[in-house]
């Protein structure tokens, strides 16, 4: 089965550092992810990419976060500067294509990257 | 903006009961909706993904169904096993992403 893969699973960082967090998409899979989770709190959509760009983000993206694909496999979230709330898990996730199809619009989940805030 | 609200938040039933967990949705106007499993500490897990123009789907002991009119969804779990034990969520997309529910915590006692 086909996986959505994330390094690091946990990461501690002090505040104010830049940290970088890697996904690796499943191969034939076109949209990607971030979402993040704060414990006990909802799932919360990041950003979208499609086509080497950003397609969409919410308000907690701001300047801070950026969002690369640098070699075609390779999908990262970079925060620049890390705050206290910005500790959550991030989850990166794909999918195939935009269109109709069961099979192509299911969003396919990494386990996430913890991040930790100090 | 959407909203997605899933009740209960919190079930707790026995081994072999059949339940159902709720998942509604304020704009109707979605593309699909999808059923995910999370397990404590762990990322999400699809389970079943409805199409709009579809009233339901069917895994194993899985049946979700789709009311898109009243913004409703449903998911069935037959002869719920301790296994079962997990949070479930629900994601309505629509505007270019998912939008997910808080989730319902699922305890099945053995």
Known sequence: ?118 | KQEVTQIPAALSVPEGENLVLNCSFTDSAIYNLQWFRQDPGKGLTSLLLIQSSQREQTSGRLNASLDKSSGRSTLYIAASQPGDSATYLCAAYNFNKFYFGSGTKLNVKP
């Not at chain 1, 946990?10 to 949209?31: D, K």
């Not at chain 1, 979208?48 to 969002?67: H, L």
């Not at chain 1, 990262?76 to 935009?98: G, Q, V």
């Open chain 1, 1 to 118: 089965e086909p996986e959505v893969t994330q390094t690091p699973s946990h990461q501690v960082t002090q505040m104010g550092q830049e940290v970088i967090l890697r996904c690796v998409p499943i191969s034939n899979h076109l949209y990607f992810y971030w979402y993040r989770q704060i414990l006990g709190q909802k799932v919360e959509f990041l950003v979208s990419f499609y086509n080497n760009e950003i397609s969409e983000k919410s308000e907690i993206f701001d300047d801070q976060f950026s969002v690369e694909r640098p070699d075609g496999s390779n999908f990262t979230l970079k925060i620049r500067s890390t705050k206290l709330e910005d500790s959550a898990m991030y989850f990166c996730a794909s999918r195939k294509t935009n269109g109709q199809g069961s099979g192509a619009n299911v969003l396919t989940f990494g386990a996430g990257s913890r991040l930790t805030v100090l």
